[in-house]
């Protein structure tokens, strides 16, 4: 017990050491960035750029029932991270601001995903410390969104968090945190074939029609287990019934998309048209290789036999693609599946993994700057 | 996450079987609703059937 504890410490410390480290070096590009252009922006200004206006409007004045004139309206966005946001301002001074409190939100969940991530892979690997899947949190290209007023550092929690309490077979707080990654993200609602997959491993070793049908008549028979599977979708349901009382549309959130882009209907034709011409502006073919790059970490996923996972992973970039690359980069890196499949292929692999850490940390502050910047549509 | 016996308790097993019930119906009306949207002819052109390019309706300045 208490080595166990000792042991916490220890990781809540060094993961705290790598996330200082990772924001001092975010607070370092921030004053570069100063410099060079001759002016004077704190940190919280330099990020608060894009989505992250979006969601400071839900928090301050909640949903819209109108669009904007060019089409776009607040409710393409989930309501959890808002919601929290929200919570915790009522109990802060009111100088503070949404995108400031937005900002310790995401920090401290990133941090607590860190944290997780390192139990995680202690758990599947025992010989492992777990620090370089941290180091991947905090320092990986586009990990920026980690930082900010953006619902990516929740949804990272909310996931790692689910596949953790999976592998331990407590599939009842894998079905909450699947319905709060659900609330924080629609992809999230994938999460509920991935808890399928963890239940029919934990009940069956081989994939039989036998199994399966016997796996789905004790889904019926068993009613926790059936009870948590229908949770898993709550959360979502409750906003689409809110969408409908809203705006009259229960598919508001999807319909809203087409005043961003249009949509190519198709996964092959978007990637393939991207990478060719500029589709969806400057960065199309960027990316387009970020889609591409998702597709080879689901493969190397069903390689390593993390079939969850790859599903999840499958999912949740084959949906969103299937409109436009628009932002690709994000639903990737902002996505933990993604994050395994580079812990795995690089774990072992001394050198690679040092060249990969010392290329993310300059690819992390070179992203920053762009980011800081705002014209740049690189990084989205 | 619950103790055995609670598991096994046929009222606890009878109270899980309602709930599920209850989210069952909640999901497929939500669904329903889905199939039965009320919006005006300036959104559905826009948002749902897309024959027009840009947003006709009323606005909201934020």
Not at chain 1, 30 to 40: H, K, M, P, S, V
Not at chain 1, 309 to 332: C, H, K, M, Q, W
Not at chain 2, 27 to 35: A, M, N
Request: hydrophobic share 50%; with cysteine; aromatic share 20%.
């Amino acid at each position: 017990m208490k080595k166990t504890k000792n042991e916490n410490l220890k990781i809540l410390f060094y993961v705290g050491l790598l996330f200082l480290a990772s924001r001092l070096l975010l607070i370092m590009t921030g004053c570069i960035y100063n410099y060079l252009t001759e002016d004077y922006s704190k940190t919280w200004d330099l990020l608060y750029h894009f989505d992250a206006e979006w969601y400071t409007s839900i928090i301050d004045h909640g949903y819209m029932n109108l669009p904007r004139p060019d089409g776009q309206a607040s409710y393409a966005f989930y309501p959890l991270y808002p919601m929290i946001v929200k919570f915790i301002k009522h109990f802060l001074p009111e100088t503070y601001t949404a995108n400031q409190i937005g900002i310790l939100v995401s920090n401290f969940c990133i941090y607590v995903a860190a944290v997780i991530s390192v139990k995680f892979s202690r758990l599947l690997h025992k010989e492992d410390t777990g620090y370089f899947f941290a180091f991947l949190l905090f320092f990986a290209p586009h990990s920026m969104y980690f930082s900010m007023t953006y619902t990516e550092a929740m949804f990272m929690l909310f996931t790692i968090a689910f596949f953790y309490v999976c592998y331990q077979k407590k599939f009842l707080a894998a079905a909450v945190f699947a319905c709060l990654a659900a609330l924080t993200r629609i992809v999230g609602i994938f999460l509920v074939f991935s808890l399928l997959i963890f239940m029919y491993q934990a009940d069956y070793e081989k994939v039989t029609l036998k199994n399966m049908i016997a796996f789905i008549k004790g889904i019926f028979l068993n009613p926790l287990r059936l009870f948590e599977i229908m949770i898993c979708p709550l959360g979502i349901f409750g906003y689409l019934y809110y969408l409908y009382r809203l705006v009259g549309d229960v598919w508001a959130s999807a319909h809203i998309e087409v005043a961003w882009h249009h949509s190519y209907n198709n996964l092959f034709k978007a990637l393939y048209m991207n990478l060719l011409s500029p589709g969806s502006g400057a960065s199309s073919q960027y990316w387009s290789m970020w889609g591409v790059l998702g597709f080879v970490l689901i493969g190397y996923l069903i390689y390593k036999k993390y079939y969850a996972e790859a599903l999840f992973g499958l999912l949740s970039i084959v949906v969103p693609l299937n409109t436009d690359v628009l932002a690709a980069s994000r639903y990737v890196m902002g996505n933990v599946v993604f994050y395994i499949a580079l812990y795995e292929m690089l774990n072992k692999k001394q050198t690679a993994k040092i060249v990969v850490m010392n290329s993310s940390i300059v690819i992390y502050c070179v992203l920053l700057y762009m980011w800081f910047s705002e014209n740049c549509f690189f990084v989205f | 996450m619950f103790p055995e016996n609670l598991q096994k308790n046929i009222i606890f097993k009878i109270v899980l079987y309602i709930c599920c019930a209850g989210m069952a119906a909640f999901y497929l009306y939500v669904f329903y609703l889905g199939f039965h949207p009320q919006v005006s002819d300036d959104y559905r052109a826009y948002y749902i059937d897309q024959t027009v390019d840009e947003w006709p309706g009323e606005t909201m300045e934020r």
